[in-house]
């Protein structure tokens, strides 16, 4: 595939300023990207109908031969686009030149900037608006196949907008959400933290935190009684010690501990039954 671009190049006199319209067919045109030199940055549109509606107001523009090339006249483009709603195929006889035309182009996409933009602020201007991401590296700058149609290219002295690049690669599928009841038991065992970081956290995941919480607590009611304790009484465990099941010292000491049991109990306990022996 040819990567394509619009711009607005040169007057019919090969200067900067000309009469109105396009005298030659070739002061505002399309051209293969690869004819159209090198450049600094690539802005990128975040929409993605924006970058159709920045490429589709370009074609008009190049498609329209009442548009020519003239920088002392730059701005009688926009004063016709305003008339028309921004539809470059109706304006009658006018003139821009690269910068005003990129105006243009992007008051027709809905990004609002003012139409006296030239190449020195266009890089300021653009990224004003929270509308487009810029690449600098030269997989975008010096070669073609990353370029999408709509994005804006600049360099030092012109500008231009794709009008035909790759196409974006299809997004990826969004991961398949759990069941409420499974991430209500995740939030039981612990895995989504507690309090507002867990709100934040759900609602960044796409749950309902009220759902998800009512959820919880229908789980948490069906919860079976805890067990009742399966220790031993302090009278049996008394009669495993006498009997050396638990050790001696220290080591007696550390295993009733670690088994849950007051050692001076299981002692006081020890004590009582070998007085009756």
């Not at 470059?88 to 005003?100: P, Q, R, Y």
């Not at 149609?149 to 599928?173: C, E, F, M, N, W």
């Not at 789980?219 to 031993?232: D, I, R």
């Amino acid at each position: 595939m040819t990567v394509m671009i619009g711009n607005a190049r040169i007057s019919e006199h090969g200067t900067v300023n000309g009469s109105k319209g396009d005298q030659t067919g070739k002061e505002v045109m399309t051209q293969s990207w690869s004819s159209g030199g090198t450049w600094q940055y690539v802005i990128r549109p975040k929409s993605s109908t924006v970058a159709s509606k920045l490429a589709t107001a370009m074609k008009q523009a190049c498609a329209n031969n009442n548009i020519g090339y003239s920088q002392a006249d730059r701005l009688s483009l926009n004063t016709l686009a305003v008339k028309t709603g921004y539809n470059l195929s109706k304006v009658g006889k006018c003139n821009c030149d690269c910068s005003s035309l990129v105006a243009v182009c992007c008051n027709a996409a809905g990004v609002k900037v003012s139409p006296t933009m030239y190449t020195g602020n266009e890089l300021a201007v653009l990224k004003g608006t929270g509308k487009f991401t810029v690449f600098t590296a030269t997989t975008y700058t010096k070669s073609d196949k990353l370029l999408k149609t709509g994005d804006i290219l600049l360099r030092k002295g012109h500008t231009a907008i794709v009008t035909q690049g790759y196409s974006a690669p299809a997004p990826k599928p969004a991961p398949a959400k759990k069941s409420i009841a499974t991430v209500a038991q995740e939030v039981i065992d612990g895995k989504w933290g507690s309090g507002d970081t867990r709100k934040k956290k759900l609602k960044a995941a796409g749950y309902d935190y009220a759902t998800v919480q009512a959820k919880v607590n229908e789980l948490l009611k069906k919860k079976p009684a805890a067990k009742k304790s399966s220790k031993k009484s302090y009278a049996q465990i008394a009669k495993e010690v006498i009997d050396g099941k638990w050790g001696n010292g220290l080591t007696r000491k550390r295993k009733l501990k670690k088994a849950g049991y007051d050692y001076k109990k299981v002692q006081a306990e020890v004590n009582k039954l070998l007085r009756k022996k």
